[in-house]
């Protein structure tokens, strides 16, 4: 995990009464966020809170939005997307180096796939890959770049359990090395915990909770403090853990109606309309 960058740390995005609408909805309404040099931010939020359209807009994929405010990030940034998204006629080399115009760029690019694990693999086909292998792939292209800002949209959520767990540490070693500032959108609480220094829940397209994750690594996965941090932001997502009917609804409902996105029975949370099955 990246360390905590101190107050005195540059601000790398910077976001001021940020306004996005779609067919006259507002999606991002009035959001303020700031992210500093080498911080790890975790985004959290129920379906429809602006997740997407929040990453969007930092990696100015969002020209035809209608909105306005004030939103600085830097002219490097790199996205994690949900799935690999390797061009399968490539090899793994050419994925990683592809778009980038440097004279040291095959070297950067053997570089990048050995601090995932590839190294050897510079010529396989993404078909010859597993899930969690494809991944590491997609993370070796993001950071072969040296991003600034590195975006995430759920990069693990397609991987089983066993996997995620090795990506999580990977993803922690790759960012304390390479020091980019880290915007991660997840629906799992345990692992915002598991890897940021803020936790940011969205909420109708406004910041309803920034938490600061101050648990030494042997608490991050358990412990009473653990337990505290992830109650408050599951009950910021509508979920109740003490069994209580949340917001006076029946006891077969949460907050986004009969059996919602965020159920603590499965410790995980996760949004069944931006992940694939």
């Known amino acids: ?35 500093h040099d080498g911080e790890f931010v975790a985004l959290l939020g129920r379906s429809g809170s602006g997740k997407s359209t929040l990453l969007r807009a930092l990696a100015r994929l969002d020209h035809d939005v209608r909105g306005d405010g004030l939103l600085t990030a830097p002219d490097n940034v790199s996205v994690v997307f949900q799935d690999a998204r390797l061009l399968p006629w490539k090899r793994l080399l050419e994925n990683v180096v592809l778009g980038l115009d440097t004279p040291d760029a ?84 345990d692992e915002a915990i598991a890897l940021a220094d803020r936790v940011v829940v969205l909420e109708e397209g406004r910041i309803a909770a920034d938490l600061t994750v101050d648990l030494p690594g042997a608490h991050r996965t358990g412990g009473p403090d653990h337990a505290r941090l992830r109650a408050r932001l599951l009950a910021h997502l509508g979920v109740d853990l003490t069994g209580h009917e949340p917001d006076g609804g029946s006891g ?25 099955a």
């Open 1 to 35: 995990m990246a360390s905590h960058p101190g107050r005195l740390s540059p601000a790398v995005v910077r976001i001021e009464d940020l306004v996005r609408s779609f067919d006259g909805r507002r999606v991002l309404d009035g959001l303020r966020l700031t992210i």
């Open 106 to 189: 095959q070297e950067r690019g053997r570089a990048a796939l050995a601090e995932v694990g590839l190294a050897g693999r510079e010529r396989a086909w993404p078909v010859e890959l597993s899930g969690g292998e494809q991944q590491r792939v997609s993370l070796a292209r993001s950071l072969v770049r040296e991003p600034r800002l590195l975006l995430a949209d759920e990069p693990f959520g397609a991987l089983d359990a066993l996997t995620r767990i090795r990506m999580h540490a990977l993803l922690r070693t790759l960012c304390a090395r390479h020091r980019p500032a880290v915007l991660l959108v997840t629906h799992d609480v």
């Open 252 to 276: 077969d409902e949460t907050a986004d109606g009969p059996r919602g996105e965020y159920e603590p029975a499965h410790e995980r949370v996760r949004d069944t309309e931006e992940i694939p």
